[in-house]
Structure formats: structure tokens, C-alpha cells
């Protein structure tokens, strides 16, 4: 029987909303009957434990999934302890588990970047204190990887040695990982286009006011300070501009504490968290879609955006960078990729603002489709992971 266990937090990214698709998936595949998961900001382990043992089947795994409540997340937020110290109780929640069971499984399934809590639970794998495990998949990015390269190179090969990858992105700076060299395999983003509002709209600027729409967590990573200090240069500039930030997280006093001190608390609205639909219909309303991120994935806002037709202004780090050269190869103008500071983004909006109208998205959308749909991205990762497993046969691509 092959086993996954899948590894995440609870994290509401606003297009991704749960991890029920990893379920469906493995479901789907039809090799996975049983899954163990262990979400360890959404599932109260006392329930989830007791289901694991008993081996329930997967529908009724998955309702129980469903019906579990944030009650460890809770807990540690009241007591206010840090990551650190929450991450060494998951792992040794995982520890006791496995530790009793010593199962192999087929796949390590991982959907999270704590950093240090995943290099202790690789580190059980390595020295098989916890049982044994094929495929690592990692469903995010690689920048886990990453830090662990630059911190302990010694620790990153032995991983390389360990397990196969299969990473769900696109193949960026990743020369770090040539010792990984013939166990990766990448797997482009899934996008569910159903449902998708198809818009190839070209008057992106209404009644003379530029709406501008970001989404996702309001956290420090996504750097939506620099957003605001562009919304603050356009507004000074002379455009009338108005700025929907679609995402929950805890810096949202700080965002509008910082809109009030810099004199834009009229034109910044915070929409919270919101559904797949809510987002669509802003981004058809939306002039175009700003990502001021540190670093970000692939992103399937970006996807979606230009699906809608509505054109992106971005940093270049990670994702964006991908997405913009795949745009360019097929011949298309989707907006504009900037540094990370304010004179590089002002200079982007106005290019982007003076050639909005111009813009075509019909033969780009046509490509997305069929290039980062969720079949094509279930066609590649079955293929990815039945090789793997039935033929023990490591191999690359770069898609």
C-alpha cells in the first residue's frame, strides 16, 4: 500500500483556499487510499490521531478534516509562544505517532516553510527514526531547500541522497540544487479555470480612476508598506487612484495606521478575507494587479489576472519573473516587472497606465489554459509519481 503523509499549516491563501485539493488529488490517483495528514494549525490532534489509527476510509477522513477546528493555533496564540517552540510540539506530536508505527510511506507531502521544524522532521527521515519515505514533494517552493543549503550544506546532501523531489513550481534559480541532479521533477502550478471570469476588457480605466487591487496575506513578506508608498507617489502625482488590498493577517492596524500617516486613508480599502468569486469580480474591476512581495511563488493570482485581463505590476523576485518570460515568448505585453522600490514601481504604473488600453489578452489567456490548467497539472504529477514508484526511476525535467 503507498502511503502519504502531507505535512501543512493552515494558511487562507485567497485562491487556495484549504489543502483539500492534495486530498482530492491522492484520492483521485486511486494508489492512496490512505492518507495521513497532519495540518498542524487546522486539525486538534486528539480527533486526528484517533482517526489515523483506526485507518478510516477517505471519505470519511476527509469530512473529518473538514469538521476539525484551529484549536492548537489557538491555543499557542493565547499563550503567545513563538514558531520555534510550536513547531518542536508538532514534531514531536508526528514523532510519537510514527515513531509507534514505523511505516513506510511513498511520499513525504509538504506544504509548509517552517524552516526549522522541517529540517528536524528530514532529519528523523535520514536517520529513519520515524520510518522511511520515497518522494519528497514539495508543494510550494524550494526556498526551504534553499536555507538549507546555505546554512548547512552537509545537511542538504544528505538530503539530496535521501529523496526524490517533485516540486510543484517552475524550475528558478535553482543552480544551488545541481546535486539534486537527476531526482527533480518540476510540475507547473494547478489552476482550476472553472469558474474563472474570462475577460479580455480594454478600457481598464474607468471614469478616470485607477483601481488598483492586491491580494493575499497581510504579512511582512509581502511587503504592502512599498504598495502603499506608491499609492501615496500616484496620488501625489496627480492621478486619481483607489487601492483594494483583498487578504487578512496582522498587520493590518500597521497598513492603515501607515495609509493615515502618509494621507491616503481615503483611497485605501481593506476587504479582509475573501472567496475565489469575490476576487474575480475585483479583478474585473480592477485597472491592474499590484504584487509588491519580498519574493513570491509562482502565484496563481497572476494566472487568474491575466485571464481576466487585467495586466500586473510587479518585483521581479521568484514567480513573476517566470510568468513575464512565458508571456514574452508567446508575444504578449501583460505589464510591467520593477525593482523593489518606489521610483521603479511609480516609473512601471505610469508606463503600464499610458499603454493600458492597448493591451490584448486573448492569445495569452489561450495559452494559460493550456498550460497551467489543473489537468495538465495532475497529468504531469501522476506521471511524475507513478515513475518514481513503480520503476524506481529517477529522473529530470524542466517544464
Known amino acids: 500500500m503507498n502511503r502519504v503523509l502531507c505535512v501543512s499549516h493552515y494558511s487562507p491563501t485567497l485562491n487556495n483556499v484549504s489543502n483539500k485539493w492534495i486530498i482530492d488529488f491522492y484520492k483521485d490517483l486511486g494508489n492512496y487510499p490512505v492518507i495521513r495528514h497532519v495540518d498542524f494549525l487546522n486539525i486538534k490532534f486528539n480527533i486526528f490521531f484517533k482517526a489515523n489509527i483506526r485507518k478510516i476510509p477517505i471519505d470519511q477522513y476527509i469530512s473529518e478534516i473538514q469538521l ?23 514534531l514531536r506530536k508526528i514523532n510519537r505517532f510514527m515513531s509507534r508505527n514505523k511505516l513506510t510511506y511513498s511520499i513525504l507531502h509538504i506544504n509548509t516553510s517552517y524552516y526549522s521544524f522541517l529540517v528536524d522532521l528530514f532529519d528523523s527521515f535520514i536517520n529513519e527514526e520515524i520510518g522511511t519515505c520515497k518522494i519528497l514533494h514539495l508543494h510550494e517552493n524550494h526556498a526551504l531547500l534553499r536555507r538549507i543549503h546555505d546554512n548547512n550544506l552537509y545537511n542538504f546532501k544528505k538530503y539530496a541522497a535521501k529523496f526524490n ?32 471570469i474570462y475577460n479580455n476588457k480594454n478600457n481598464n480605466i474607468t471614469d478616470g480612476i485607477v483601481r488598483v487591487l492586491s491580494v493575499g496575506f497581510l504579512k511582512k513578506t509581502k511587503n504592502y508598506f ?10 501625489a502625482n496627480g492621478f486619481k487612484v483607489e487601492y483594494n488590498i483583498v487578504g487578512s493577517g496582522n498587520l493590518k492596524k500597521q497598513l492603515s495606521n501607515y495609509a493615515i500617516k502618509i494621507g491616503i486613508n481615503d483611497v485605501v480599502f481593506f476587504h479582509g478575507y475573501k472567496d475565489r468569486e469575490y476576487i474575480n469580480e475585483m479583478l474585473t474591476k480592477s485597472s491592474f494587479l499590484l504584487n509588491t512581495s519580498f519574493y513570491e511563488s509562482f502565484g496563481n493570482i497572476f494566472i487568474e489576472s491575466i485571464f481576466n485581463g487585467t495586466p500586473i505590476l510587479t518585483c521581479a523576485k521568484g514567480g513573476p519573473e517566470f510568468i513575464f518570460k512565458w508571456a514574452e515568448m508567446n508575444g504578449s505585453y501583460i505589464g510591467e516587472i520593477c525593482d523593489d522600490n518606489v521610483k521603479s514601481l511609480k516609473n512601471g504604473a505610469k508606463l503600464l497606465i499610458s499603454n493600458i488600453n492597448q493591451i490584448n489578452f486573448v492569445n495569452i489567456s489561450h495559452e494559460a489554459k493550456l498550460k497551467f490548467s489543473s489537468l495538465k497539472f495532475l497529468e504531469k504529477l501522476i506521471k511524475a509519481n507513478n515513475e518514481i514508484l513503480s520503476n524506481n526511476n529517477w529522473w529530470c525535467e524542466n517544464d
Open 68 to 90: 476539525s477546528l484551529p484549536y492548537i493555533f489557538r491555543l499557542f496564540r493565547k499563550n503567545k509562544l513563538g514558531n520555534t517552540i510550536f513547531e518542536i510540539y508538532v
Open 226 to 235: 512599498l504598495a502603499l508608498d506608491l499609492i501615496h507617489e500616484l496620488k
Open 165 to 196: 523531489y517533485i516540486f510543484r513550481q517552475t524550475p528558478l534559480d535553482v543552480e544551488y540544487l545541481r546535486d539534486l541532479n537527476g531526482s527533480i521533477v518540476f510540475v507547473p502550478n494547478a489552476i482550476n479555470f472553472k469558474g474563472l
